[in-house]
């Protein structure tokens, strides 16, 4: 019999390989199902070094560490030793399941709920798969797909509980947002100055676009994190290396090479940007939560399959936007993908700023109808009880 006392487990496996944003996904989702659902959360992590960079506390030559509340367990092979199967367990991003655990998973008496936490994407398709099953070929289990997503055939998008009223709250109190920048050593916005962060996967445009900033009558303040991608931005200004702290100035731009901020740090640093450009997942669904104007630079797929995702977002995106900034801010992220004119879509894109920051917050009243990941995740594994 199962005590009725004891909180239900579930063991969240992620494959990192030098990505960051899976694991910054999982290590927000985990974080969540313990502080706000009570769950006792296993995270399996392949590759702790590389999850230290997002979670510095992180030991990465222990096996077994709680953090936040989260079991951390290195996921090696053999597991060792072979762990007692949980209630519910996720493999995150089609990762696959040790063979020796879905083995346990088929002999444990009640079969676990199984989740396959897939990508994000807009497209339609997306909300006809998500939450269906496919049984094992030979094993008495079934496999749920659970996709995130924005329509409310989907599991939605990951956002705490109380994040957009801190978020609102840290953005209107001006001495907190002084200390902020004051913390992170950073020179307070000079007037009329547009502070962004730029985090991308680099760009054959990146040359136009800091002229494009460096010729601007308005001051540009660009944040940059550091790593491979901040090379080009230090060749741009005739220097080497792009250590965290460096400082650059040509004409209206400066640029700032950032520390990689711990997760809460850095979605405080999206809430106190003017624009945001951001990449991939996480970041990019961090971004909409910050209320302010966004670009996204999708991770590119062979033959160029992620413009079909960027397609599907722009429309629901732009849906319900004014003509004018709608067709600026396609243009725009049109441009910043396909690397080219850039800087002919730039001066559109800025003029309807304004346009864009309310519509930000339209986005997320919309977004907010759908529900949050986690909390979606929880009652589907509720309602799924097999
Ligand atoms: O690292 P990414 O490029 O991840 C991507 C996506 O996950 C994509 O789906 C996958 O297919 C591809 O990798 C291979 O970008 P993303 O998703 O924004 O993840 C970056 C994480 O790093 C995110 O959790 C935010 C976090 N971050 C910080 O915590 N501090 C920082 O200073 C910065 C710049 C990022």
């Not at 399996?44 to 936040?68: A, G, M, N």
């Not at 990019?284 to 079909?308: S, T």
Request: a neutral charge.
């Amino acid at each position: 019999m199962t005590d009725p006392q004891r909180r239900p487990r579930w063991d969240l496996f992620c494959s990192v390989v030098d990505n960051y944003g899976d694991i910054g996904v999982c290590w927000r989702l985990a974080r969540q199902l313990v502080a706000e659902f009570g769950l006792e959360v296993r995270l399996w992590v392949d590759d702790l070094h590389s999850f230290q960079r997002l979670l510095r506390s992180l030991d990465p030559t222990r096996d077994e560490q709680i953090r936040r509340g989260v079991c951390v367990r290195r996921w090696g092979e053999p597991l060792e030793p072979e762990p007692s199967v949980a209630d519910v367990v996720i493999e995150a991003f089609a990762c696959t399941l040790p063979a020796s655990y879905i083995a346990a998973m088929a002999a444990r008496k009640s079969a676990p709920v199984w989740i396959n936490l897939e990508y994000l994407s807009a497209e339609a398709w997306v909300g006809e798969c998500h939450g269906l099953a496919s049984p094992h070929p030979q094993l008495p289990l079934r496999k749920h797909f659970f996709f995130p997503g924005f329509g409310a055939d989907t599991g939605g998008l990951l956002r705490e509980r109380g994040l957009l009223e801190r978020r609102r709250a840290f953005q209107a109190d001006s001495a907190g947002l002084a200390a902020f920048w004051h913390r992170l050593e950073l020179p307070q916005p000079a007037p009329g100055e547009l502070r962004l962060s730029l985090f991308s996967y680099g760009s054959a445009e990146l040359p136009a676009l800091l002229h494009c900033w460096s010729a601007s009558p308005r001051p540009v303040f660009c944040l940059l994190p550091e790593g491979r991608y901040a090379e080009p931005v230090a060749h741009w200004f005739g220097q080497e290396g792009a250590e965290p702290g460096a400082h650059w100035q040509r004409g209206n731009l400066q640029v700032r090479v950032m520390p990689f901020l711990e997760q809460d740090n850095y979605d405080r640093l999206l809430w106190a940007c003017d624009l945001n450009l951001v990449r991939g997942e996480d970041s990019f669904v961090r971004a909409q939560w910050a209320g302010r104007p966004l670009v996204w630079q999708l991770y590119r797929q062979q033959e160029n399959a992620h413009r079909i995702k960027l397609q599907a977002f722009l429309d629901r995106y732009t849906a319900g936007l004014a003509s004018g900034p709608a067709r600026a801010l396609y243009d725009f992220w049109q441009a910043w993908d396909r690397e080219t004119g850039v800087a002919a879509a730039w001066p559109a894109f800025i003029a309807h700023y304004d346009a864009l920051m309310r519509h930000a917050e339209d986005w997320i009243e919309r977004q907010k109808k759908v529900g949050d990941l986690a909390t979606n995740l929880v009652r589907f594994c509720r309602g799924s009880r097999l």
